[in-house]
């Protein structure tokens, strides 16, 4: 099935500084989402982006799909913003075009 | 919208006995996924659902696993018997299309057997 990677697996920041996630991904996608795990555990849609950039607050994304990455932005960080982000695609062939397949996730922290 | 509900949002049982988790999608979609979250393995489909129909459940790991969706508006997830490495998060996910569409995640069930 297609690799999703992502990168770095871990990501201490102090409040208020900025960052980049990464996504690679093996094949060609239909669908890319990125999502923050709270420290509760929930789920919570920040993005979806099979394609182009779009912008949310503070946060952006990007996703190249020609070159199979995308790219999660958070500036000004704030402590609330931790937790793990995920990027999720599914796949633009192959039989199980319903199923998404999840990365292992970047731990971000956040200093006050 | 009220958004995915799940029920229980935690459980609790001993080995061997029979666990049943329930979803309710969001109204209109008509998709509906079941995931699983381990340390081990992260995040995995286990089996989805279009216009209540099965369509992949090869992500379902035994047949101590079997999911329904009666209606529209329904789903569950049983495992019997349950074994300790069935603890793990589950979460159901809907969304109104294939591929296309964004699934949206309930808040999971935090299921802990010993």
């Known amino acids: 099935g297609i690799q999703v990677e992502q990168s770095p697996p871990d990501l201490i920041l102090q409040e208020g500084a900025n960052s980049t996630l990464r996504c690679n991904f093996s094949?060609?996608?239909?669908?890319l989402q990125w999502f923050h795990q709270n420290p509760w555990g929930q789920l919570i849609n920040l993005f979806y982006i099979p394609s182009g950039t779009k912008q949310n607050g503070r946060l952006s994304a990007t996703t190249v799909a020609t070159e199979r990455y995308s790219l999660l932005y958070i500036s000004s960080s704030q402590t609330t913003d931790s937790g793990v982000y995920f990027c999720a695609v599914i796949p633009g062939r192959g039989s199980t075009l319903g199923r998404l397949y999840f990365g292992r996730g970047t731990q971000l922290t956040v200093w006050p | 919208d009220a958004g995915v509900i799940q029920s229980p949002r935690h459980e609790v049982t001993e080995m061997g006995q029979e666990v049943t988790l329930r979803c309710k999608p969001i109204?209109?979609?008509?998709?509906l996924f079941w995931y699983r979250q381990t340390m081990m393995r992260g995040l995995e489909l286990l089996i989805y659902?279009?216009?209540?129909?099965?369509?992949?459940d090869s992500g379902m790991p035994e047949d101590r696993f079997s999911a329904k969706m009666p209606n529209a508006s329904f789903s569950t997830l049983k495992i019997q018997p349950s074994e300790p490495r069935d603890s793990a998060v589950y979460f159901c996910?809907?969304?109104?299309?294939?591929?296309?569409?964004?699934?949206?995640f309930g808040p999971g069930t935090r299921l802990t057997v010993t």
């Open positions: 659902f279009n216009n209540n129909v099965p369509i992949d």
């Open positions: 109204s209109g979609h008509d998709y």
């Open positions: 996910a809907s969304s109104s299309g294939l591929a296309i569409h964004e699934q949206y």
């Open positions: 094949d060609s996608v239909n669908n």
